[in-house]
Each structure stands twice: as structure tokens, then as C-alpha cells.
């Protein structure tokens, strides 16, 4: 059976993924890797410099990421380090191709810039982060819990917050 | 000359002009939760200033019922049955963003038949929750029968889900490779009459509403965003074709066949309520074409789901004959099926806009993390830019322009 399974062609059709070499060379500080998997391209940056690399992305002319989809996070478990990582999904509107820029963080330094200043629609992304998973947006207007009650204790999202709740 | 001295009499008027001891003061209101023009459980902080709004804070979470950490503990094919929960209106385009991507994960192609069938159904979906839109938001802004015409028809289209799923709101009709089974005999009869009779009704609408010089003065320049500020705050789907932004996923980055099916995506750039009323208008008859085109197409046999060990059930027949196909149906059925370890983000066009999964796969039967884009979220997050500095019952019209579904807003 699994021999048929790697004959098998996929003929479906994805996303384009913008180049991401150029990237690379321009910002080699801020860049830690860029891994290519299942027809999508992620760029794993450190956080020093995420916002001047992500001001970069949106005005490059070649690239021109003037849409942020969506910002998520992962808990990559209570023992790992480092524990989280924040993923931005960009897209560019002129150029129809989108990237996934990722940020791992430690737990007790979890810490990254706001991107209010780049795109607007990080505003509530960034809130609802910081609410599930207790990820700091520094420099953010208004980091308030989104979802949860403001009088809330724990991180929901965070995998060892019981699923049945406290 | 000597100018005359004029005297002011203490009369009634005067006594009216005496200054107004709030004039000065700001007044905080609370709109909704429970509130039937905040379509849902939606509560804003209105800081008004007579009747203008200073500033609108929404304040959501009410309906929050954590389904992206129930998701962690579902099988990956039983996460379907949540996501059609996000977004009620349109839940089997949430179970099609889910789907595709976990199809891109396990790098399953999905067959024709079963594609058709997607694009159909969440066509139908786009109409009946345009539907609902067209009848609250004429509601809202004070027309009253459009809502009934509005659910009368809608209702013919919950008869259609019913007959081939089964359901009328929670389909969970699509699974991971393709649909859960292939349609019934009684549907297609069904569906070609519904679908002959709909652009007569369409054109009822259009005439009941589109005309109405009071709905237009309402809408027209009420809740205006311009282009560039649109696309900062990530505004997607009809919301964002109203700003004059020509960006549809069903064109820019086609999934399930969509490149194959002819149709327009209207695009208005007046950047009000207005232009988005004429996009989801307009966008209803481009839904009708391609339905009709869909249904014309699964009038061919074909297979409805894709033909992979992990996804397909075997046959009965076979069951009842080799002890290992049995054994390969009770796990499947029981334990699941493993999915490749990475990540992947996949958006698609909902009624509402561009609705993504980021989907993390740690190689085991349930999903690490599903992370949902919800449109209504962002577009919501892009209210206060909209209503601050216009009149309290444009916030009404806003509201209603950008189509949010608590559901999806608060997941």
C-alpha cells in the first residue's frame, strides 16, 4: 500500500511561497533559517531586529507583504526550550505569494516587539496571543486580555492548562 | 446717530437656550451584549459625545468556548464536527479550510467528483449566509419585510443541506479527503429547482431594497474605510471588496477546482456601507453561476472521497471476507489515523472573508495545534476606525455591514 502511495501524483495546486533567499542575504543578523516543507517556505528569525525585518518585508519592493493574515502561537510543550514560538502569516496583495516568519521564545523571556506599527490587523492578533499563551507584545497600545475575562488566571492555550479547565 | 439699545426680553425662547448642564460631558454606553443589531452576543463601549461616537471599544468573548483547544483533543478526522461550530452560517467553509489543510499535510488529492461537491455546497453556504445577512442588516437599518422574504429562501436552502447531509446548521459534511458520502437521488432534482427559481427572487430583493432611497441615504458614506487603511487592518472579503481591493482567494490562489468555473468578483470602491451591500448583492448572483455550473457537473459519476488507506473506509464486502481489511476498518475507526510531522497554513474564501487553519502536526492521531484566522475577528478589530466620529446609529449599519458572526469572532 505505500508503495502506491508514493507513486501517486499530487497534482493539487498551493499557494505560491515568496523567494526567500533574498531575504538571507539582505538581513544574515536577523535570519536564523529558512526551512521549506509541505510547499511552504517559513523564516525562523531571532526576535532582536524582527521589526525592522518585518518593515523591510512589507516596503521591498520585490516582495511587498502588505497583508498580515494572521499571527499564531504555539506551545511547544511545558519542558521544551524554548517553549514558544509566534507565527506570522504574511501575504502580499500585488504579488500573490505569502511567507510564514517564525520567532521561538523561552518561557521566562517570552517577549517580542508589536507589529501595530507595520500592519494594523496585528492589534487584536497580538491580544489574543498574549491572552492564550502569555506572550508580550512590547510596545503594543492596548495588551489586554481579548477572549478571557480581564480577571482571568492562566493561559488557556498553553499545553499545561488541563483541558477541562481549572 | 445713536444706536438703539436693544433689550433682550426674558421670554419663553430665551429660557430654552439655557446651556445644557451635559454639553460638555462625555457619556459612556453600553451596546448589547444583548442587543438583537449586534448579531449576537457583541458588547461595544460607546463614548458618545451627544449623539456622535468619540470612541467604540468592543468588548468580545462571550461566546468563547475554547475550540482550538478542544481541537487539540480531537482525532483529526473528528475535528471536523467543531469547525462547522465557529461559524454557524457558514460552517462547511470552515470545515473546508480544515480540511484542505490537512489534506496539504498528508499530500492527498482530492478526486473531482468530491471537489464538485465542495464547491457546491459551500456556494450554497455562501448564499444562505448572504441571505441571512441581506434580511438583519435590512433589519436593522429599519426594513422589516426583507427579513422574511430573506429566511423563506434560505429556508429551501437548509431543505437542500438537509437532504444530502442529513442537517440543517452542523453539516460536518466534508471530511478529510473529500465529502462523508456521495449525494442522495432526491438532491439534484431538488437543487435544480431551487436554483431555477432563485435569480426571480434575487431580483425581489434587489427591488425591494437596492432602491429604497432611505436605505441608500443610511448607507451611502457611512463607515467609510479607504483603500490603504483597509488592507493595514486586514480586512477580507466582502468587507474588503467594498474598499475597491480586488482580492478573492477563490481567484488569487484557487483550491478545489475554483480556477476551472467561470464567474466575476464584483468590486465597489466608494468604501462604504453601501459598497458593501451592492459586493454581497452582486456576489449572491456570481455564487448562483457557479452553483449552477457545479450541479450540472455532478450530474457525472464519480468518486466522492479520495482513495487513500487512511481515509477511505474499505468495503463492506470485504470486511465480511479478509480478517486484516477488518482489522485495518476497527483502527482507523477507533485510533485514527497518523498525519505527517510539520505545519502548514491554509486559507480559503468564506462568506465572510479570508478564513486560514494553521494546522501543527507533532505525527500523532490529533492535531498539536490549530491555530483559525477568523474574518469576522479581524474585521471587527477594525470597527472603532470605522464608527469614531459618526452618529450612533451608523454603528448599527457598520455592524451590520461587515456581516460578523459571534461564533467565529469568538471561537
Redesign the interface.
Known amino acids: 500500500?505505500s508503495q502506491n502511495?508514493e507513486q501517486?501524483q499530487?497534482?493539487?495546486?498551493?499557494?505560491?511561497y515568496a523567494d526567500a533567499s533574498l531575504i538571507r542575504s539582505r538581513f544574515t543578523g536577523a535570519v536564523e533559517e529558512i526551512i521549506e516543507?509541505?510547499?511552504?517556505i517559513?523564516l525562523v528569525a531571532k526576535r532582536e531586529g524582527l521589526a525592522e525585518l518585518m518593515t523591510w518585508l512589507r516596503d521591498e519592493p520585490s516582495l511587498r507583504f502588505?497583508?498580515?493574515?494572521?499571527i499564531?502561537?504555539?506551545?511547544l510543550g511545558e519542558f521544551a526550550s524554548p517553549r514558544f514560538a509566534v507565527?506570522y502569516?504574511l501575504y502580499s496583495?500585488d504579488h500573490?505569494h505569502?511567507l510564514?516568519v517564525k520567532v521561538f521564545l523561552e518561557e521566562d523571556d517570552a517577549r517580542v516587539p508589536t507589529m501595530w506599527n507595520v500592519?494594523?490587523?496585528s492589534?487584536?492578533?497580538e491580544r489574543?496571543v498574549y491572552d492564550?499563551f502569555g506572550v508580550t507584545f512590547d510596545g503594543h497600545p492596548d495588551l489586554r486580555?481579548?477572549?478571557?475575562?480581564a480577571d482571568y488566571d492562566g493561559h488557556?492555550?498553553r499545553k499545561d492548562?488541563p483541558?477541562k479547565g481549572y | 446717530m445713536q444706536a438703539k439699545e436693544i433689550v433682550v426680553p426674558t421670554s419663553s425662547i430665551s429660557m430654552l437656550r439655557k446651556p445644557d448642564p451635559l454639553s460638555d460631558t462625555l457619556m459612556t454606553v453600553s451596546l448589547g451584549p444583548q442587543h438583537p443589531s449586534t448579531h449576537g452576543v457583541l458588547r461595544l463601549e460607546l463614548v458618545l459625545d451627544g449623539e456622535t461616537v468619540v470612541k467604540a471599544i468592543p468588548d468580545i468573548g462571550y461566546l468563547h468556548t475554547g475550540i482550538e483547544k478542544t481541537m487539540e483533543k480531537e482525532k483529526w478526522q473528528q475535528v471536523v464536527t467543531v469547525t462547522c461550530r465557529m461559524d454557524y452560517l457558514n460552517s462547511m467553509g470552515n470545515d473546508l479550510g480544515y480540511c484542505l489543510a490537512v489534506e496539504k499535510l498528508m499530500g492527498v488529492d482530492v478526486p473531482k467528483r468530491a471537489q464538485d461537491l465542495r464547491v457546491l455546497f459551500t456556494e450554497l453556504n455562501r448564499l444562505s449566509s448572504h441571505l441571512v445577512w441581506f434580511g438583519t442588516h435590512a433589519m436593522d437599518i429599519g426594513a422589516m419585510t426583507a427579513f422574511f422574504y430573506a429566511f423563506t429562501e434560505r429556508e429551501l436552502i437548509l431543505d437542500l443541506y438537509e437532504c444530502a447531509t442529513g442537517a440543517r446548521l452542523h453539516q460536518s459534511y466534508f471530511i478529510i479527503g473529500g465529502a462523508r458520502w456521495d449525494l442522495p437521488d432526491t438532491f439534484i432534482p431538488l437543487c435544480d429547482e431551487f436554483l431555477k427559481g432563485f435569480p426571480k427572487f434575487l431580483d425581489e430583493c434587489k427591488r425591494l431594497v437596492t432602491g429604497n432611497r432611505i436605505f441608500q441615504r443610511r448607507t451611502q458614506g457611512v463607515g467609510v474605510m479607504k483603500k490603504d487603511e483597509a488592507i493595514s487592518w486586514g480586512l477580507s472579503g466582502p468587507t474588503l471588496r467594498g474598499s475597491g481591493v480586488n482580492w478573492d482567494i477563490r481567484k488569487s490562489e484557487p483550491y478545489s477546482g475554483y480556477d476551472t468555473y467561470d464567474f466575476n468578483v464584483p468590486v465597489y470602491d466608494s468604501c462604504d456601507v453601501w459598497a458593501r451591500y451592492l459586493v454581497r448583492m452582486d456576489e449572491m448572483e456570481e455564487s448562483w453561476k457557479i452553483c449552477v455550473e457545479a450541479l450540472k457537473r455532478l450530474r457525472e459519476p464519480g468518486e466522492h472521497i479520495a482513495n487513500h488507506p487512511k481515509l477511505k473506509l474499505p468495503e463492506r464486502d470485504l470486511m465480511k471476507q479478509h480478517i486484516d481489511v477488518m482489522i485495518h476498518h476497527f483502527l482507523i475507526a477507533s485510533e485514527g489515523f497518523t498525519v505527517p510531522i510539520g505545519e502548514v497554513y491554509q486559507s480559503i474564501e468564506s462568506a465572510r472573508g479570508e478564513i486560514g487553519f494553521h494546522v501543527v502536526s507533532d505525527g500523532t492521531e490529533r492535531p498539536y495545534r490549530v491555530h483559525v484566522r477568523a474574518p469576522s475577528f479581524i474585521n471587527l478589530s477594525a470597527l472603532p476606525a470605522m464608527v469614531e466620529g459618526s452618529l450612533i446609529a451608523d454603528v448599527v449599519a457598520v455592524i451590520g455591514s461587515i456581516d460578523i458572526v459571534l461564533g467565529d469572532v469568538d471561537r
Open positions: 500500500m502511495l501517486t499530487n497534482t493539487t495546486r498551493y499557494p505560491r516543507a509541505a510547499s511552504e517559513t502588505n497583508y498580515l493574515s494572521d499564531s502561537g504555539v506551545d507565527a502569516h496583495l500573490n505569502r510564514r500592519w494594523k490587523s492589534n487584536w492578533l489574543e492564550m486580555r481579548i477572549l478571557m475575562p488557556p492555550l492548562f483541558i
